[in-house]
Protein backbone atom coordinates (compact mmCIF):
# COMPACT_ATOMS: atom_id res chain seq x y z
CA UNK A 1 0.00 0.00 0.00
CA UNK A 2 2.59 2.56 1.41
CA UNK A 3 4.35 1.55 -2.20
CA UNK A 4 0.94 2.72 -4.06
CA UNK A 5 1.10 6.09 -2.07
CA UNK A 6 4.46 6.68 -2.71
CA UNK A 7 3.69 6.32 -6.68
CA UNK A 8 0.23 8.08 -6.79
CA UNK A 9 2.07 11.06 -4.88
CA UNK A 10 5.25 10.84 -7.16
CA UNK A 11 2.76 11.02 -10.58
CA UNK A 12 0.69 13.79 -8.74
CA UNK A 13 4.11 15.95 -7.95
CA UNK A 14 5.03 15.18 -11.92
CA UNK A 15 1.83 16.64 -13.35
CA UNK A 16 2.36 19.40 -10.88
CA UNK A 17 5.51 20.11 -12.04
CA UNK A 18 4.30 19.68 -15.62
CA UNK A 19 1.15 22.06 -15.30
CA UNK A 20 3.65 24.86 -13.84
CA UNK A 21 6.05 24.27 -16.66
CA UNK A 22 3.25 24.99 -19.33
CA UNK A 23 1.56 28.18 -17.53
CA UNK A 24 5.00 29.35 -17.55
CA UNK A 25 5.59 29.09 -21.07
CA UNK A 26 2.37 30.24 -22.00
CA UNK A 27 3.42 33.28 -19.76
CA UNK A 28 6.85 33.71 -21.75
CA UNK A 29 5.56 33.41 -24.92
CA UNK A 30 2.98 36.35 -24.23
CA UNK A 31 5.80 37.90 -22.55
CA UNK A 32 8.60 37.72 -25.31
CA UNK A 33 5.46 38.88 -28.27
CA UNK A 34 4.78 42.29 -26.47
CA UNK A 35 8.04 43.38 -25.03
CA UNK A 36 10.13 41.88 -27.12
CA UNK A 37 13.53 39.74 -25.97
CA UNK A 38 15.09 42.35 -24.12
CA UNK A 39 12.05 44.13 -22.79
CA UNK A 40 10.90 40.51 -21.30
CA UNK A 41 11.93 40.01 -17.86
CA UNK A 42 11.95 36.79 -15.28
CA UNK A 43 9.82 38.68 -12.71
CA UNK A 44 7.42 39.49 -15.16
CA UNK A 45 6.92 36.42 -17.04
CA UNK A 46 6.66 35.09 -13.32
CA UNK A 47 3.96 37.24 -12.41
CA UNK A 48 2.09 36.44 -15.69
CA UNK A 49 1.89 32.83 -14.43
CA UNK A 50 1.25 33.15 -11.37
CA UNK A 51 4.43 31.69 -9.94
CA UNK A 52 7.84 32.89 -8.04
CA UNK A 53 10.67 34.13 -9.99
CA UNK A 54 12.26 31.36 -8.57
CA UNK A 55 10.19 29.02 -10.07
CA UNK A 56 10.98 30.24 -13.55
CA UNK A 57 15.16 30.18 -12.71
CA UNK A 58 14.51 26.41 -11.52
CA UNK A 59 12.71 25.19 -13.90
CA UNK A 60 14.63 27.03 -17.21
CA UNK A 61 17.15 28.87 -15.41
CA UNK A 62 18.15 31.15 -17.82
CA UNK A 63 15.92 33.57 -20.47
CA UNK A 64 17.94 32.05 -23.22
CA UNK A 65 16.91 28.64 -22.15
CA UNK A 66 13.81 29.71 -21.53
CA UNK A 67 12.86 31.00 -25.07
CA UNK A 68 14.52 27.96 -26.67
CA UNK A 69 11.99 26.27 -24.93
CA UNK A 70 8.88 28.43 -25.95
CA UNK A 71 10.03 27.52 -29.53
CA UNK A 72 9.90 23.93 -28.86
CA UNK A 73 6.55 24.49 -27.60
CA UNK A 74 5.80 26.18 -30.52
CA UNK A 75 7.01 23.84 -33.37
CA UNK A 76 6.41 20.79 -31.53
CA UNK A 77 2.57 21.84 -29.79
CA UNK A 78 1.52 21.56 -26.21
CA UNK A 79 -1.15 18.84 -25.76
CA UNK A 80 1.24 15.98 -27.02
CA UNK A 81 5.27 17.80 -28.42
CA UNK A 82 6.09 15.70 -31.29
CA UNK A 83 9.22 16.22 -33.44
CA UNK A 84 7.86 17.10 -37.03
CA UNK A 85 9.79 14.06 -37.94
CA UNK A 86 7.06 12.24 -35.91
CA UNK A 87 3.78 13.29 -37.15
CA UNK A 88 1.55 11.84 -39.53
CA UNK A 89 1.78 14.52 -42.03
CA UNK A 90 5.98 13.69 -42.26
CA UNK A 91 4.62 9.93 -42.76
CA UNK A 92 2.38 11.11 -46.05
CA UNK A 93 5.13 12.70 -47.35
CA UNK A 94 7.78 10.11 -47.36
CA UNK A 95 4.89 8.12 -48.87
CA UNK A 96 3.86 9.96 -51.03
CA UNK A 97 5.16 8.26 -55.08
CA UNK A 98 6.16 12.09 -56.35
CA UNK A 99 8.06 14.87 -55.50
CA UNK A 100 6.03 17.16 -56.11
CA UNK A 101 3.47 16.02 -54.61
CA UNK A 102 5.57 15.27 -51.57
CA UNK A 103 6.74 18.73 -51.31
CA UNK A 104 2.68 20.40 -51.05
CA UNK A 105 2.36 17.53 -48.33
CA UNK A 106 5.40 18.80 -46.59
CA UNK A 107 4.26 22.71 -47.10
CA UNK A 108 1.29 22.35 -45.58
CA UNK A 109 1.99 20.50 -42.62
CA UNK A 110 4.79 22.68 -42.04
CA UNK A 111 1.83 25.82 -41.59
CA UNK A 112 0.51 24.96 -38.32
CA UNK A 113 4.37 25.40 -36.51
CA UNK A 114 4.89 28.90 -38.91
CA UNK A 115 1.83 29.91 -37.45
CA UNK A 116 2.41 28.90 -34.05
CA UNK A 117 6.29 29.36 -34.12
CA UNK A 118 7.44 32.70 -36.68
CA UNK A 119 6.47 35.69 -34.40
CA UNK A 120 8.66 34.08 -31.38
CA UNK A 121 11.59 33.11 -33.61
CA UNK A 122 11.73 36.47 -35.17
CA UNK A 123 11.79 37.61 -31.66
CA UNK A 124 14.82 35.19 -30.95
CA UNK A 125 16.23 36.08 -34.75
CA UNK A 126 16.71 39.89 -33.33
CA UNK A 127 17.59 39.37 -30.02
CA UNK A 128 20.65 37.13 -31.45
CA UNK A 129 22.10 40.06 -33.14
CA UNK A 130 23.28 41.98 -29.58
CA UNK A 131 23.29 38.74 -27.52
CA UNK A 132 25.90 36.09 -27.68
CA UNK A 133 24.22 33.59 -25.64
CA UNK A 134 20.61 33.70 -27.34
CA UNK A 135 22.89 33.95 -31.16
CA UNK A 136 23.77 30.33 -29.73
CA UNK A 137 20.24 29.60 -28.77
CA UNK A 138 19.69 30.95 -32.18
CA UNK A 139 22.24 28.86 -33.76
CA UNK A 140 21.07 25.75 -32.33
CA UNK A 141 17.29 26.11 -33.46
CA UNK A 142 18.82 27.16 -37.12
CA UNK A 143 20.62 23.76 -36.86
CA UNK A 144 17.72 21.42 -36.13
CA UNK A 145 15.24 23.40 -38.79
CA UNK A 146 18.34 22.85 -41.42
CA UNK A 147 19.15 19.30 -40.44
CA UNK A 148 15.40 18.50 -40.95
CA UNK A 149 15.10 20.49 -44.44
CA UNK A 150 18.27 18.53 -45.52
CA UNK A 151 15.98 14.99 -45.14
CA UNK A 152 13.06 16.61 -46.83
CA UNK A 153 15.35 17.59 -49.57
CA UNK A 154 17.05 13.99 -49.52
CA UNK A 155 13.75 12.45 -50.18
CA UNK A 156 12.67 14.45 -52.77
CA UNK A 157 15.73 14.09 -54.64
CA UNK A 158 14.90 10.33 -54.41
CA UNK A 159 11.70 10.43 -55.74
CA UNK A 160 12.78 13.00 -58.66
CA UNK A 161 15.17 15.00 -59.53
CA UNK A 162 16.32 18.37 -58.45
CA UNK A 163 16.10 21.24 -60.19
CA UNK A 164 18.65 21.79 -62.83
CA UNK A 165 21.71 24.19 -60.75
CA UNK A 166 20.79 22.65 -57.67
CA UNK A 167 22.46 20.39 -55.28
CA UNK A 168 21.24 19.47 -51.93
CA UNK A 169 22.86 22.10 -50.09
CA UNK A 170 21.91 24.33 -52.37
CA UNK A 171 18.29 23.18 -52.80
CA UNK A 172 18.07 23.17 -48.56
CA UNK A 173 19.56 26.72 -48.46
CA UNK A 174 16.63 27.42 -50.70
CA UNK A 175 13.73 25.61 -48.69
CA UNK A 176 14.92 27.61 -45.80
CA UNK A 177 14.68 31.33 -46.68
CA UNK A 178 11.80 30.78 -48.82
CA UNK A 179 9.83 27.93 -46.26
CA UNK A 180 10.70 30.00 -43.01
CA UNK A 181 9.65 31.99 -40.31
CA UNK A 182 11.13 35.45 -41.85
CA UNK A 183 8.87 34.66 -44.62
CA UNK A 184 5.61 33.61 -43.48
CA UNK A 185 6.15 36.71 -40.93
CA UNK A 186 6.67 39.05 -43.70
CA UNK A 187 3.97 37.63 -45.37
CA UNK A 188 1.54 37.68 -42.45
CA UNK A 189 2.00 40.50 -40.17
CA UNK A 190 3.82 42.93 -42.49
CA UNK A 191 2.17 42.43 -45.93
CA UNK A 192 -0.97 41.62 -44.54
CA UNK A 193 -1.56 38.18 -46.39
CA UNK A 194 -3.79 35.24 -44.57
CA UNK A 195 -2.13 32.16 -43.48
CA UNK A 196 -4.33 30.30 -46.44
CA UNK A 197 -2.67 32.63 -48.91
CA UNK A 198 0.69 32.03 -48.10
CA UNK A 199 -0.09 28.21 -48.07
CA UNK A 200 -1.25 28.53 -51.20
CA UNK A 201 1.77 30.44 -52.60
CA UNK A 202 4.07 28.51 -51.42
CA UNK A 203 2.25 25.27 -52.38
CA UNK A 204 2.50 26.85 -55.85
CA UNK A 205 5.89 28.25 -56.31
CA UNK A 206 8.21 25.80 -54.52
CA UNK A 207 7.96 22.65 -56.45
CA UNK A 208 8.56 24.86 -60.04
CA UNK A 209 11.96 26.59 -57.68
CA UNK A 210 13.13 22.89 -56.49
CA UNK A 211 12.19 20.40 -58.77
CA UNK A 212 13.17 19.34 -62.16
CA UNK A 213 9.64 19.96 -64.27
CA UNK A 214 7.75 21.08 -61.04
Known amino acids: MSRVIREVKGASRRDKAAATRLKILRAAHDEFVEN ?14 GVAPQTVYFTFHTKPALISAVIDMAVMGEDEPT ?14 PAADEALRIFVRGTGPLFARASRISEILR ?73 MGWWEGVLPGVLLAGG
Do not use: C, N
Open 36 to 49: GYHGATIAAVARRA
Open 83 to 96: IPQATDWWAAMAAA
Open 126 to 198: AAALTDEEVRRTHEHHDALQRAGYREVIDLLAAKGRLRSGLDSDDATDVLMTLLGDSTYYGFTVERGWSHERV
